[in-house]
């Protein structure tokens, strides 16, 4: 038994790496949507944020499959896994639209949005620093859990409230309208993504009270 704790304890670490590289992909691509002009230097740093976070997903499914003793259920490792990838490619695919689409002036509803997502994956990234020690810091972890709950919900409204205008503003042209939803719905389903993490932490802790 005590030969495989290392195998278990690595799970942790895997997802403390994969939440690390998240946060970094959130700070710049909030750099980004403040200054769309600098693209190509916050791009390039985005494209090698998410093959960093595949190549950690990757290897937790791997050592997910040959590992017979996980501290968690199965289905749970894998879900947290592949939604924490998922925020990753939804946050870099954002700054790849800005890039692909041209866009140059700043829209402050899409730093709202942006600044947003940073918030989330950093109560992520509080989360799984702690994780590993979840019967004794239980309370801890389900602040953060509500907390990320809180951001959702005020994502979801900065972002109909984002659409709204959008739409409603005067002088600008289809094309361009189209480009930004694109951009916010990308940065609100990253945010969306977390709160996916979130509910599968919270049944975690719900089945080892």
């Not at 950690?56 to 990838?85: G, K, S, V």
């Not at 389900?142 to 005067?170: C, K, M, Q, V, Y």
Request: hydrophobic share 40%; charged share 35%.
């Amino acid at each position: 038994m005590a030969a495989l704790i290392p195998r278990e304890e690595k799970f942790f670490k895997f997802f403390q790496r994969t939440c690390s590289a998240i946060v970094e992909g959130a700070r710049t691509l909030d750099r980004l949507v403040q200054d769309p002009g600098s693209a190509e230097i916050h791009l390039a740093r985005l494209r090698e944020l998410e093959k960093e976070a595949d190549t950690i997903t990757h290897d937790t499914l791997d050592r997910l499959n040959r590992t017979f003793l996980t501290p968690f259920d199965r289905e749970d490792i894998d879900a947290i896994a592949r939604n924490l990838d998922d925020v990753m490619d939804h946050l870099e695919e954002a700054g790849q639209r800005i890039g692909m689409y041209g866009i140059q002036n700043p829209r402050a509803d899409a730093a709202a949005l942006s600044a947003s997502s940073l918030k989330a994956v950093e109560e992520l990234e509080s989360v799984f620093r702690v994780l590993n020690e979840h019967k004794k810091k239980k309370a801890e972890i389900r602040e953060h859990l509500i907390e990320i709950h809180r951001i959702e919900n005020e994502s979801d409204a900065l972002f109909r409230g984002a659409l709204s205008r959008l739409f409603e503003e005067e002088g600008l042209s289809p094309v361009e309208v189209l480009k930004w939803k694109d951009v916010y719905e990308l940065i609100e389903a990253a945010v969306d993504m977390c709160e996916r993490v979130a509910h599968v932490v919270d049944g975690i802790l719900v089945k080892h009270a």
